[in-house]
């Protein structure tokens, strides 16, 4: 599934009148905090190297 979309469930009951419950979520995406840091860590090395190379 992908972020936006509707995932239903439906639960039938096991009585005589059939009932049923319902239950409705939407995915919303999440930005993981680690790969943010990852992300962040690999560009300061890229940077760093770059000027360590320069001088």
Same mark, same amino acid.
């Given at each position: 599934?992908?972020?936006?979309?509707?995932?239903?469930?439906?639960?039938?009951?096991?009585? $005589?009148?059939?009932?049923?419950? *319902?239950? %409705? !979520? $939407?995915?919303?995406?999440?930005? *993981?905090? %680690? !790969?943010l840091?990852?992300?962040?860590?690999?560009l300061?090395?890229?940077?760093w190297?770059?000027?360590?190379?320069?001088s």
């Open positions: 599934m992908s972020a936006g979309q509707t995932l239903d469930f439906i639960v039938w009951g096991n009585n $005589t009148a059939n009932k049923t419950t *319902e239950v %409705s !979520a $939407t995915l919303t995406p999440v930005p *993981e905090p %680690s !790969a840091l990852l992300l962040g860590s690999g300061a090395g890229l940077v190297f770059r000027k360590k190379k320069a």
